[in-house]
């Protein structure tokens, strides 16, 4: 039975912008993201992307200096899917469009448009086109268009071919992709039903294919007649990056639908979450999951897209938004991708050892701030580069993934080398001064999460990380001594990683009670709030990034998501702390809301983590940062979910158990998640006045449940 959380239509959006709705609207499957473009307009904004398939282009720096990145990464757009032809029996084009109904069921993965068309004699069919993408074999979209007559009647011709995309135009906003004018296309008609388009990359010297295949013919003629509906079905296949696509086994529609269905129906089994009491906020939820699962590169080679596969925003780039936003919900409702998240910063890990030495550090790994192959491509350093804690937040996912499966084999193999080579880059990247009467390690001139505060010395979030790295390198020094010899760790080196870690400077100001920013951070003035008009936000579009840094002003949470992190912070602390930095917080990054909601739900400030919860939980329902039409926010997507469970349900695992504290907010009547946990199936339900758990699959387990530790019995 259809359930309403699970369908998203226009109706329950505030904006009818195509750009942004094409965005909303959009598909995906890890491997290829199809925007809902308008199928007879196609706009600049359309095409697919497929995760991982970028162009290279050279940075021009005005002026260089040694080891800036060099090549920027930019993924490419690829023709639309979803582009079609429809002409009466003179060759008169449909070619107006009106949008009449869009929605997607997420029960299924089925996204259905319906449109009026309209030719220049002014005669019109309506257009209905359901797509849906194969998730096991996700090489496969399946298309079906249905033609009905409004009042034209008569033939119909549907001409059906993969065609190049306009690249749309440069811009000044970051946040945006570069246009990319190197492509080669190459067709090949494989017969009147199928073609091949062999698309390359110049630079980079990728290739791809794409296909198109219909049980009847590309180019085909219908009668059209009162009552009748035509149905035209389309198979399309994109390959893996540099791998030809192969015609066997074609799906038929239902087939593509079928497949789609199960996976979705066996991932929702895994990961529900319904929240009792508000339907748009149990709506909006599910939306979040289901967009952030579809983003999600599964296969170890690829990762997940700032802008998840729905955009080129970002350039398609990787960035810490995986490990410290997104891969938390999949650690706990399908570990298996959380697992392959995490394989892919293992492919990548020689090329972070080569830029630890271009950036002058002997021993270790740093892995690029925002990347595809694993070279850097950030070309504005001071919020690239110097964001070493990415380094940390990989190593901490790691933590995570273990702590939530107890996959030694996988530590072993994998996670161990990765933790110990970002722990040796901290071992050699900071070093030891004098703080306060005491040998301190320090980190100098480094970036925290907060983008508007750059190349400071000890930022607290970086320096707790870094601390946190280093300690988890020696537990695993320790748990896997034989692997450790592997890697060449020596007890020398293992005594001074544990020593440096139990040394780590983390700022703290006595007198406002706090932990600091950074070393500098309260001798700045505070931002001129008070006299910025509204419309300068976000600020990194109106001012100068020297103007921002010279005060205190945040784009988004940087200490405090270390107190959401480690969570050691007594009640008091934490309010001065969430009083403090809330006041010089923009909010401009999408990074930041889910974090303060989480935090004051942990705290009791109950109508500050609703108000905020709203605005995470919805920011591309709503538009809330006015640039979804570029794709959606997808690490905000992943926070929305953090919100919800490790704030409002305060899920943590603590001294290896695993804790659940109750932070509903009044406004619910119940909370229902579902989790997996050491190989158990969990389902926790929280109302106002209980906390229940129940163990689905697997065995009994100790729980501590609102601070008691209780045995659940399977
Ligand atoms: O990684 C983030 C960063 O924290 C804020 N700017 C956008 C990046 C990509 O989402």
């Given at each position: 039975m259809t359930n309403n959380a699970k369908i998203i239509s226009?109706?329950?959006?505030?904006?009818?912008d195509p750009s942004y709705l094409e965005t909303i609207f959009s598909i995906a499957n890890g491997h290829l993201g199809v925007r809902a473009s308008n199928p007879v307009n196609i706009s600049d904004t359309a095409g697919t992307i497929v995760n991982g398939f970028f162009e290279i282009s050279e940075i021009v720096y005005g002026e260089k200096a040694f080891g800036y990145a060099k090549n920027n990464q930019t993924i490419v757009k690829l023709p639309d899917l979803r582009q079609i032809k429809i002409c009466d029996g003179q060759q008169n084009v449909f070619h107006r469009s009106e949008l009449k109904a869009e929605s997607l069921d997420m029960n299924n993965g089925v996204l259905v448009s319906t449109y009026k068309l309209t030719n220049d004699l002014g005669k019109s069919v309506e257009l209905t086109v359901k797509s849906a993408l194969q998730?096991?074999?996700?090489?496969v979209i399946g298309l079906r268009y249905e033609i009905k007559p409004i009042d034209y009647t008569g033939r119909i011709k549907i001409v059906k071919h993969l065609k190049a995309i306009s690249d749309g135009e440069e811009t000044d906003d970051p946040r945006k992709s570069r246009t990319v004018h190197t492509l080669t296309y190459e067709k090949h008609d494989v017969n009147s039903k199928s073609e091949i388009v062999k698309i390359t990359t110049q630079i980079s010297k990728m290739y791809l294919e794409m296909a198109i295949y219909t049980p009847a013919a590309l180019e085909q003629k219908f009668e059209l007649t009162d009552g009748k509906t035509i149905n035209f079905d389309v198979i399309g296949l994109v390959g893996e990056i540099n791998e030809p696509v192969e015609f066997t086994d074609m799906p038929t529609f239902e087939e593509v639908i079928k497949g789609s269905s199960e996976f979705w129906e066996e991932f929702w089994k895994n990961s529900e979450i319904k929240i009792t009491g508000d339907d748009s906020l149990n709506q909006a939820i599910h939306y979040n999951l289901f967009q952030l699962t579809s983003s999600t590169g599964r296969d170890g080679k690829t990762n997940i897209p700032a802008k998840g596969l729905s955009g080129t925003g970002y350039e398609g780039h990787y960035f810490w938004d995986t490990e410290m936003y997104m891969s938390p919900f999949f650690a706990y409702t399908n570990p298996q991708i959380a697992q392959k998240l995490i394989k892919y910063r293992y492919s990548i890990l020689e090329a972070s050892k080569k830029r630890a030495r271009e950036l002058g550090v002997a021993k270790g790994a740093l892995f690029a701030w925002r990347t595809i192959n694993g070279?850097?491509?950030?070309?504005?350093?001071?919020?690239?580069?110097?964001?070493?804690?990415i380094d940390a937040d990989i190593a901490y996912a790691i933590d995570r993934y273990y702590k939530v499966t107890d996959d030694k084999q996988f530590l072993e193999n994998y996670g161990f080398e990765i933790v110990l080579e970002t722990a040796r880059f901290w071992k050699n990247f900071g070093s030891f001064s004098e703080i306060h009467g005491k040998r301190k390690f320090c980190f100098f001139d480094v970036t925290g999460p907060d983008e508007y505060t750059a190349i400071v010395n000890n930022n607290y979030y970086t320096n707790r990380m870094a601390k946190f790295n280093m300690g988890f390198a020696v537990d695993l020094i320790d748990e896997f001594p034989e692997k450790a010899r592997e890697l060449g760790v020596t007890d020398q080196e293992r005594n001074e990683l544990a020593n440096i870690s139990e040394s780590v400077y983390l700022p703290y100001d006595q007198i406002k009670g706090i932990n600091q920013?950074?070393?500098?951070?309260?001798?700045k003035p505070i931002w001129p709030f008070d006299t910025t008009?509204?419309?300068?936000?976000?600020l990194l579009l109106h001012y100068h990034p020297l103007m921002i840094y010279r005060y205190q002003v945040n784009k988004q949470a940087d200490t405090l998501l270390a107190d959401f992190l480690?969570?050691?912070?007594?009640k008091e602390q934490y309010l001065r702390e969430y009083d403090y930095y809330e006041k010089i917080t923009t909010h401009d990054s999408s990074l930041s809301r889910s974090i303060f909601s989480a935090i004051a739900a942990r705290i009791d400030l109950k109508t500050k983590a609703y108000d905020y919860f709203m605005d995470t939980v919805k920011t591309d329902l709503v538009d809330l940062q006015k640039n979804t039409a570029d794709g959606l926010h997808v690490a905000n997507l992943g926070g929305s979910w953090l919100t919800v469970v490790n704030g409002f349900g305060g899920l943590q695992v603590k001294d290896g158990l695993l804790t659940i504290d109750n932070h509903l907010p009044d406004e619910w009547k119940k909370l229902t998640l579902r989790l997996q946990y050491l190989g158990r199936l969990l389902q926790i339900t929280y109302t106002n006045k209980t906390t229940q758990i129940e163990v689905l699959t697997g065995a009994s387990i100790k729980i501590r449940v609102d601070g008691t530790v209780k045995m659940i019995q399977a």
């Open positions: 226009i109706n329950d959006l505030k904006s009818n998730q096991a074999n996700n090489q070279q850097e491509a950030s070309a504005y350093y001071p919020a690239g580069t110097a964001q070493y804690h920013q950074d070393d500098s951070a309260f001798e008009p509204k419309d300068n936000y976000p480690f969570d050691d912070l007594s």
